[in-house]
């Protein structure tokens, strides 16, 4: 049993990561209507800026976060007035394989500028911790409550402010935004901004566990892929689901059948759901 529950909080931890990352590509798929398959290196560049801050520079771990949120924030921003911008009218076709080929070129910058090392986060919070006699780790449990406090604030910023009603508006329909006076320029930076923010968190919270390398963004974003896909296509809720499940899966799947196929799950668990529930979990159909 406490095998058990260690995994379930291992999986918690896995979602919690997947969940940071899927909400923002799905922000982004929101506006876009394509998968933006570079999500995953901004994620990456999160990890690697949050490193440097860290062991080049000194500086204390949060605040190396939220220094490496604003550096997301702005790329983010750039990435989408320099890649996506110009091709807003274009076919769905094309602004994937601009995407695509916007990730091929952050991994290759990100291989030239720090190599192919792999680096971890220095571990601030590595005690370990006795919960109803499972011994779990404090970065775990920090990653955890990070990722839900900044899911409700990501729930309180779209339905309770003004800017996150302009930004839903948007994703449901960009011509009708517009019509109404919606600056929608405005609003896809701002979601492109705040996509990379939750990325960069991802990376920053998860570094001290997990390594720091120029692919890690290509393996996340398939996963993250997955999940959106098995939530519904632009669907928060999907999205938070969809990670949890496959956080989960993963996790469970390690321990009683074989680390061996870890990866595999993901692509296991979206051709199940989506031969009962084709449009996923939460299609955004409604909209």
């Excluded at 091709?87 to 952050?106: D, L, Y």
């Excluded at 370990?128 to 449990?141: A, K, P, S, Y």
């Excluded at 001290?208 to 290509?218: E, K, N, R």
């Excluded at 993250?224 to 799947?253: C, K």
Aim: glycine fraction near 10%.
């Amino acid at each position: 049993m406490d095998l058990l529950i260690q995994q379930v909080v291992n999986g918690f931890t896995l979602g919690s990561i997947y969940c940071l990352v899927a909400l923002g590509l799905t922000l982004i798929y929101g506006i876009m209507e394509v998968p933006n398959f570079a999500h995953g290196h901004l994620y990456m560049v999160g990890g690697y800026v949050t490193f440097f801050m860290m062991t080049l520079y000194g500086i204390n771990y949060w605040v190396s976060g939220l220094i490496a949120g604003i550096v997301l924030a702005v790329l983010g921003i750039l990435l989408e007035r320099i890649v996506f911008n110009p091709m807003r009218n274009s076919p769905s076709t094309n602004k994937f394989i601009a995407a695509v080929g916007a990730m091929m070129f952050i991994e290759a910058v990100a291989r030239v500028l720090w190599g192919s090392d792999f680096r971890s986060i220095p571990a601030i919070y590595d005690n370990v911790v006795m919960i109803g006699g499972v011994r779990l780790t404090e970065q775990r449990l920090i990653i955890i409550a990070g990722a839900v406090i900044l899911m409700v604030a990501l729930y309180v910023f779209l339905k309770h402010t003004l800017i996150g009603s302009t930004i839903e508006a948007m994703a449901q329909n960009r011509d009708g935004a517009s019509l109404v006076g919606i600056d929608v320029n405005r609003v896809a930076m701002l979601t492109f901004a705040v996509a990379s923010l939750l990325a960069s968190a991802a990376a920053s919270l998860s570094g001290p566990i997990f390594l720091v390398y120029p692919s890690m963004g290509a393996l996340i974003i398939m996963k993250v892929f997955v999940i959106i896909v098995i939530g519904g296509m632009g669907s928060i809720p999907g999205a938070v689901l969809g990670s949890f499940i496959l956080g989960m899966t993963e996790s469970l799947g390690a321990t009683y059948i074989s680390s061996n196929y870890k990866d595999v799950i993901a692509f296991a668990i979206l051709v199940l759901i989506l031969s009962i529930k084709p449009s996923g979990l939460f299609a955004k159909g409604g909209h």
